[in-house]
């Protein structure tokens, strides 16, 4: 089978090859960390981790790079706001948000470069486009030219007049066409500055992105991803400068992720509707949280709301509790050989059609399905007189395996009670044997205060948590 990518620069699904057999070069636009991020900072996050553990899950190499934008002006109003120093906030914020999304099931990227890091390389990548003619200085700010490059436009799919008719000239430019853009910005009174061949001063946004992954990755790379906000200007932006510099496609699969609604309405600051993730990991299961964004494919938009939310905390918990029920049955069930063929094969399917379904460019959304239907089956196989233990771990791994390439962990039974807690069930069984059911009613009232809540079931007591 191969894996499809919907490519934006084409829009078309494609078949994914990449450039080194068996080896991914894939670039993610991380945050400009002035604030804590909002959940629409956090999908992407969550999405393209997805990804990449997919990709890994179908034994490719990764080299996943996401970058950090540790100046610009929103930082820089940010410290003097706060009367700290720029680096002071960037680093409160980038610690922020590893926390953030490493409460989300994110892993480290292999690489988490610094725009402050990677200065020399940044003004070395703006020569050369001077050098070529594609850029130019006028009083310390340099430009890039988008009509000096012929294909600009191609990723938005717009001409470059439609483009010219949007763009301005804003306050205190000097750029000679409104369609230029910023590499390199002339330092102001007081502000955080590098020595250039230009004068003190910072890079631009857009230039920041094509330095870092071609520092780390290399002139072409095989993935870039980031919101559908990115898609313009900053990534037609990076395309056409890294493509100006090195006269070599910048790379060959670009990945947009939708937007977040709130209740209906799109996210945004004016509308008071802003979500920051670190609140929301406040209230509830990181977990959910992660499960509920993997259940829209990433290419569409997707609504949040408390009610939503909650939804997915109940569809988790379904799945949780069939896993645990299966581990429970374990402990009575024979090594049984008659009917296994048939359990066992409808479980191979579902471990096809979960690859189908994310090699068709990520579908999560269909990829939990097959999720549901694995745990409705495996339900169904409970209710049998005797069980096997083959076919009872044919089970629980494939769910493990769907909920580890979703970034989702499963929490061992015993790793969730403690000796207390332990002691209490222990004391209500005996309770229910000799009729107490005054006290095995206080302990479930108990328990149920812990955040555990008890479940009788034909196999023995079962918990979950509320």
Known sequence: ??????????????????????????????????????????????????????????????????????????????????????????DR????????????GVKKATYHPRVTETIDDIITFIEGLIEKEFAYEVDGDVYFKPRAF?????????????????ARIQVGEKKNDPLDFALWKKAKANEV??????????????????????????????????????????????????????GKTFANYWMHNGYININNEKMSKSLGNFVLTRELLQKHDPRVIRFFMLSVHYRHPINFSEELLNG????????????????????????LTQDNEQWLQKIDEFNHQFTNVMDDDFNTANAISVLFD????????????????EVLESFQTTIETILHVLGISL???????????????????????????ERADEIRDLLKDKNIILEDTPQGVRWKRG
Not at 150 to 166: C, F, N, T
Not at 423 to 435: M, T, Y
Request: hydrophobic share 35%; aromatic share 10%.
């Open 312 to 335: 997915a905390k109940n569809s988790f918990e379904r799945i949780q509790t069939t896993y645990f029920n299966l581990e429970h049955r374990k402990q009575t069930s024979m090594n």
């Open 193 to 246: 500055a590098w020595d250039s061949p230009w004068g003190k001063g910072r890079p631009g946004w857009h230039i920041e992105c094509s330095t870092m992954a071609k520092k780390y990755l290399g002139e072409t790379i095989d993935i870039h991803a980031g919101g559908q906000d990115l898609s313009f200007p900053h990534h037609e932006n990076e395309i056409a400068q890294s493509e100006a510099k090195t």
């Open 93 to 104: 914020f980038i610690k922020a948000y590893m926390e953030d999304v490493e409460a989300l």
């Open 374 to 389: 694995v745990t409705k089956t495996a339900n169904l196989y409970l209710e049998e007189a005797q069980t096997s233990s």
């Open 150 to 166: 012929e294909d600009y436009g191609k990723l938005s799919h717009q001409s470059i007049d439609e483009l010219r008719a949007g």
């Open 1 to 90: 089978m191969t894996i499809k990518i919907y490519n934006t620069l084409t829009r078309e699904k494609e078949d994914f090859k990449p450039i080194e057999d068996r080896k991914v070069r894939m670039y993610v636009c991380g945050p400009t960390v002035y604030n804590y991020i909002h959940i629409g900072n956090a999908r992407p996050a969550i999405v393209f981790d997805t990804v990449r553990r997919y990709l890994e899950y179908r034994d490719y190499e990764v080299t996943y790079v996401l970058n950090f934008t540790d100046v610009d002006d929103k930082i820089i109003k940010a410290a003097n706001d706060m009367s700290e120093d720029v680096k002071v906030v960037a």
């Open 411 to 437: 929490e061992k039974e015993t790793d969730l009670l403690d000796e207390d807690i332990e002691a209490l069930i222990v004391e209500r069984n005996e309770a229910r044997k000799n009729r107490n059911f």
